[in-house]
């Protein structure tokens, strides 16, 4: 089986458009003379095709996120605290603790500069 290859834009499949316009051709042409008992069979075989194809994929993604490192555990501690998947963090309520000390310090900078500017001006 061939690799898959990383250029999405030349492919029709992956052109959400070009994708339905076909999903649509195939399903009107696959209607044709078919009671409606016959279509319900065949959609359900097809979305039975479809899950066993999206069940697999899920997996394979699975796997491939793991390998690479990129899978994340929404049930950490780390995202209950607010925490990124995409950065090194410790957590949102991490950040406005660092938030509110950096502001303490920005107010003790801006009394100093208050005094220094009192004792110049008297």
């Not at 290859?5 to 042409?29: E, Q, R």
């Not at 959609?43 to 491939?64: D, F, K, P, R, Y």
């Amino acid at each position: 089986m061939e690799s898959h290859s990383t250029d999405y834009h030349n492919s029709f499949l992956y052109n959400p458009k070009t994708y339905t316009v076909a999903s649509m051709i195939v399903g009107y042409l696959l209607i044709g003379d078919l009671d409606a008992l016959q279509q319900n069979a065949i959609g359900n075989w097809l979305m039975t095709v479809a899950q066993i194809l999206e069940a697999n994929s899920a997996i394979q993604q699975a796997i491939e996120e793991r390998f690479q490192g990129n899978s994340y555990n929404i049930n950490s501690k780390q995202f209950k605290n607010g925490g990124s998947p995409y950065m090194n963090d410790d957590g949102l309520l991490n950040y406005l603790s660092k938030d509110e000390q950096t502001i303490k310090e920005l107010q003790e900078m801006v009394n100093k500069l208050k005094e220094k500017l009192d004792k110049l001006s008297s």
